[in-house]
């Protein structure tokens, strides 16, 4: 039976240039692609704050239209969360221009009485603080996915540690892996973050693809190939959200479920990049995304076509 | 019944600096990777010059022993061809210290007359004109492969197009790939490349795989994951020798052998990387290769474990 995923993490305003365009001020942010993506396969609780009158309300009415539960989205006095980047000609890196933290710098997760039986919850990158105040205020026996960053592994080492001695998969950047372990290649960096806590680890390579560390062994999802990339943000979230709805929908979190759900994630996350923003990540069909899965799963296929 | 694979291309003293140590004046060459995977497979005649007396006899026992046909490796005055470089620490760019052609300058690959009829002909990164003089010594009907580097995009546009006019299949970085077509995607370069004569092309993404594209199909032959990598020296080389090689031995070219033949390229070009020079290439059994290639196979299988 299909369960709930509670998602709790930024939903922003972020302004964007790539070699494709710019954009000011559009939807963003981890909890709104996370959302979205998951929304395509499971019931959808989103914990997060934005501010009390420069928040578009269409962005509110495009969240609820994708059937995502809303009464976890607070709203408060001051300016939703921005973001401002652009992104090198080959997409290999990008450089952050402003962050304003706004309502986020008080924001205390608030998880309403309805979510807290929730099964499935995603910790989007987020200050571990705030990732920890939300498993405090559920109830046992649900499986725990998380994202981070460099920024908390630079200076909230010690959160950082305690929510993931509490998770039960961790998703992340292959630089970061490195950074969080001091290793240099996924395999041992995925050895030293199992040892911290996480059963299993999903280390993200971009367009190279993502690995899966579990106790059962190793998978690897490629990406879906793209002809022409827009707007590679949130396409990491967006691969959670694919990834976790789709664990929820089918209620199993074994290896052979991680690895299909890799592959939904992969799916979501390549339409993520084909424009900018939420534009593709809240559009995609079911049908598309099926597709994309049965493209992937061709993809490493060694049987004749 | 398995065919002969015909080599053209360096052999090579190479000295090498990684993080993980320092080599002087070893073994190298395209050539002699493609040689070395290869003959794990197949009957492989090389076709390649060498100095007079600087060439330790060492490394041609250490090729004999292999069963590779050195009818074809020319001694003439003057010095092997020496290559310098020096890796960047994470291994994602490598910097050329020292080229000295020698002998390479003024070869002209001479192909004995027992090669003339081998059925399959792996053109390895040299100077495409020398690549076309072998095509034109040799009987048709054959199964060509090539590879290339920038230098030769750059300095000998019309004759490399020449060669890719005859090929069947074109293993090339993403890198080059983009240089070649103005592409900036590799399903796009794909397609340019095969507008430009290929059949098939090959895209090598170093650690991060490497596509297939023919007209059956695109296929994706993941990297073997190391632990460590000691020196990424000839890995390109080694994977199209590992390929070619099963081809020959199987004596098919479908989409299908080429997707086989891949694993077993990784699965060499993986062992390349754990050692410098040739040490691993040139030592790895058969029974590490199929190892190998069935972790590769498990790597992407959806297939409960």
Known sequence: MSQNLLVVGSVALDSIETRAGKRDE???GAATFISLAASRFCQVQLVAVIGENDFPDEHVRLLAARGIDLAGLERVPGRTFRWAGVYANDFSSRKTLDTQLGVFASFRPKV?????SSKYIMLGNINPELQLAVLDAVQGGHFVAMDTMNLWIETARDALGAVMRRTDLLTINDEEAFLLTGERQIARAAIAIRKMGP????IKRGEHGAFL???DGVFFAPAYLL???????????SF?????????????????????????????ASAT???????????????????????????TSLDPT
Chains 1, 2 share one sequence.
């Open 199 to 202: 059963k299993a680890v999903i």
């Open 227 to 237: 002809e022409e990339v827009v707007d590679p943000t949130g396409a990491g979230d």
């Open 112 to 116: 309403p009485a309805a979510y807290a």
């Open 213 to 215: 560390f579990h106790e």
């Open 240 to 268: 959670a959200g694919g990834l976790l709805g789709h664990l929820a929908s089918e209620d199993r979190t074994d290896f052979a479920a991680l690895k299909r759900g890799m592959l939904f994630g992969a799916a979501i």
């Open 26 to 28: 559009i939807l963003g």
């Open 273 to 299: 990049c084909e424009a900018f923003g939420v534009e593709r990540t809240a559009k995609i069909t079911r049908e598309e995304i099926d597709a994309r899965v049965a493209s992937l799963r061709a993809l």
